[in-house]
């Protein structure tokens, strides 16, 4: 049922951290400029646009079919400028100094990073990671767009329609019983305790997140 959260997650973490380190660390001139521009334009895109952008470019154009990976790919587009804009902040409280005596100590940049500047923003970090899986786990028009519902489970993402939470509540909130709507607002209560525990378990590793 959250499959496609872990994929998404699996994806925009390690490519969310890159460019947030780019930024900080290396980002410079022109380049640095456009890559801010488009995460801040990524910031605003509506979830629907992700997922009308990958059905565009992943069914109509390469021909795939549609599947769980697919919008898996929908929520990369949600999940990496909500990820790259709370680990660039983190990376920024890390005090000039503790990178200064790193590398006047003969450390390389890279490891100076690796080794200071990571563990130093590491509470942050996952912090941000946390919001941004809060940010997708809820998203139901790039779901409606690129998985196909079912209410048999399905553990492949590659292959045949999938069950997800949000699906869950479009499908049983349209019956027309008083059973099916019971389950709509069931499943809508389970995920926004999910989104909840998340959200306070955000909070609490961000009292962790002050670069002492």
């Known amino acids: 049922m959250f499959t496609r959260p872990r994929i998404a997650s699996v994806i925009s973490i390690p490519i969310a951290i890159l460019v947030a380190i780019y930024l900080v660390e290396y980002g410079r001139g022109r380049l640095a400029r456009w890559v801010t521009f488009f995460v801040d334009v990524m910031t605003g895109i509506p979830s629907i646009v992700a997922g009308l952008f990958i059905f565009t470019v992943w069914v109509l154009i390469l021909g795939f079919q549609k599947s769980g990976f697919a919008a898996s790919l929908a929520l990369v587009i949600l999940m990496v400028p909500v990820v790259v804009r709370s680990t660039e902040e983190m990376l920024k409280l890390v005090p000039n100094e503790l990178r200064e005596a790193s590398l006047a100590l003969g450390v390389p940049k890279w490891v100076t990073i690796l080794r200071i500047v990571i563990p130093t923003a590491l509470a942050g970090i996952v912090t941000g990671i946390m919001l941004g899986v809060a940010r997708v786990i809820g998203e139901t028009a790039p779901l409606i767009l690129l998985v196909f519902y079912t209410q048999s489970i399905n553990f492949n993402p590659f292959s045949g329609p999938q069950a997800a939470l949000p699906l ?45």
């Open 168 to 212: 869950i509540i479009f499908d049983q909130a349209g019956r027309p019983n008083q059973a099916a709507i019971d389950r709509a607002w069931g499943a809508a209560l389970v995920l926004i305790v999910i989104v909840m525990l998340l959200n306070v378990i955000a909070r609490i590793l961000a009292r962790f997140a002050r670069v002492r």
